[in-house]
Nanobody
């Protein structure tokens, strides 16, 4: 079964940047939609971005549009999330997940993703 591992989180000041990585193993990245999610303490898990390499589609939630960029490297079987202009409200645990049939044409829904990696903590200070 496909496995995912998120990494790259850390502590950064407001306005700074961070790049997260999602390493995919057990299957080809091209066969999946890969989504990025985040969850702050006491809050619901929020879908923020998605990519489907096969059709070249990308989706961003309004909360991150214009600041975050999702990309993929099929040779490395890895998806990245470049986060710029970070705000304190971006503080959360960030997760990546895989959807076998997703196309990333619309909002990223938690229930559509069946395989999840462990999260990586992102903390943005002011």
């Amino acid at each position: 079964d496909v496995q995912l591992q998120a990494s790259g989180g850390g502590l950064v000041q407001a306005g700074g940047s961070l790049r997260l990585s999602c390493a995919v193993s057990g299957d080809n990245l091209d066969d999946y939609a890969i989504g990025w999610f985040r969850q702050a303490p006491g809050k619901e898990r929020e879908g923020i971005s998605c990519i489907t390499s096969r059709v070249g589609s990308r989706y961003y939630a309004d909360s991150v549009k214009g600041r975050f960029t999702i990309s993929d490297d099929n040779a490395k079987n890895t998806v990245y999330l470049q986060m710029n202009s970070l705000k304190p409200e971006d503080t959360a645990v960030y997760y990546c997940a895989a959807d076998k049939i997703g196309l990333c044409f619309g909002p990223v829904v938690v229930g559509d993703f069946g395989s999840w990696g462990q999260g990586t903590q992102v903390t943005v200070s002011s």
